[in-house]
């Protein structure tokens, strides 16, 4: 066995080169089905300390390379929920610290899958997310621990968002990876105009890919920065949704966020946020909110309508406050 060859469980030699990938300065490996013996015996023979976790092996010696990360997924595992097994694996290693490790070691991590065709594994990775959003969508209950995960926990969010949804056109603002607006366009056939807007495009052309096949012909994505003045130019929608964006705002720019938001709401207006106890640094969280934080913007929301409106506030995987316009405000006598 030469040094950059490892033995799977049937003996057959499998080259590191095939199966890794190189991000800054961390070599990230697929070692989904090699033998996990044969690995560390081989690295602690180049002098490599290991650390283990159910997903991961990280291994850190003082020469170059100094860190080689081996992950364990399998190709049917290749989705969202790896995010969650990252941060909470990773973090405690130390490898995992700021928001830019976060996005250099997921990119790793789905990288090694395809090395040589790294879209092909954002594709893979995509289809397989969208697959058990819809399989966990179509239960009569949320998944529990352990799979109550990254897509568990979003799929509580999304259902709940399917049943607050009214109107014939729906915008996900800072839909991230898009997968919200296929969803809604899957779940509710009666909506005309679907749309997703994020300053960033990473995973459009994935989730283009997804609507085509699947002939989702209302769903769009379009580039747009929510701080922006002239974000209206994308037009108005019944229901406008935001999943865990505000908290990447400081105080300052939220308002300026909501209110654009506002501005493109004919209808509803769903924002949800996580309660932490501190700002998650590695999801870069810039503002932690309460139930009373919440309410107090809900209730800055309607200001801002003049009066004209109503605010809804629950718990849901963090809390949930919905905004709806009406047309004429009632008191009790």
């Not at 969803?183 to 056939?189: F, V």
Request: glycine residues 6%; hydrophobic residues 40%.
């Amino acid at each position: 066995m030469t040094e950059n060859q490892v033995t799977s469980p049937t003996t057959k030699k499998v080259s590191i080169q095939d199966r890794s990938i190189l991000v800054g300065d961390l070599i990230i490996v697929n070692g989904y089905d090699v033998s996990r013996p044969a690995l560390i015996r081989r690295f602690a023979e180049g002098g490599y300390q290991v650390q283990e976790t159910p997903h991961f092996l990280l291994f850190t010696r003082d020469e170059p390379p100094k860190t080689i990360l081996v992950h364990r997924f399998s190709p049917q595992e290749l989705n969202a929920d790896i995010k969650h097994f990252m941060v909470l694996e990773l973090k405690p290693l130390g490898i995992l610290m700021q928001a830019s490790q976060y996005g250099e070691i997921l990119a790793g991590i789905v990288g090694s899958y395809f090395p040589g065709d790294v879209r092909r594994a954002w594709r893979y990775f995509g289809a397989n997310t969208l697959q058990r959003f819809l399989t966990f969508l179509s239960t009569v209950s949320t998944p529990p621990y352990p799979d109550y995960t990254c897509i568990g926990s979003f799929v509580t969010q999304y259902q709940r968002i399917c049943e607050l949804t009214t109107g014939t056109s729906f915008l996900d603002a800072g839909c991230e990876s898009g997968f919200l607006p296929l969803l809604i366009a899957e779940r509710l056939p009666f909506m005309e105009r679907v749309v997703g807007v994020d300053a960033r495009t990473d995973m459009f052309d994935v989730a283009r890919e997804l609507a085509a096949e699947r002939h989702l012909n209302q769903v769009q994505y379009i580039q747009a920065d929510l701080l922006s003045n002239d974000l209206n130019n994308i037009g108005q929608f019944d229901t406008v949704v935001a999943v865990s964006v505000i908290e990447h705002f400081t105080e300052e720019e939220m308002y300026r966020v909501v209110d654009n938001l506002l501005k493109v709401t004919v209808h509803r207006l769903i924002l949800l946020v996580p309660y932490e106890q501190e700002a998650e640094q590695v999801y870069e969280h810039k503002q932690v909110f309460t139930p009373t934080k919440l309410k107090a913007l809900g209730e800055w929301c309607v200001q801002q309508l003049g009066g004209a409106g109503r605010i809804w506030c629950e718990n849901c995987v963090g809390g949930l406050l919905l905004v709806e316009r009406v047309t004429a405000v009632f008191t009790q006598p």
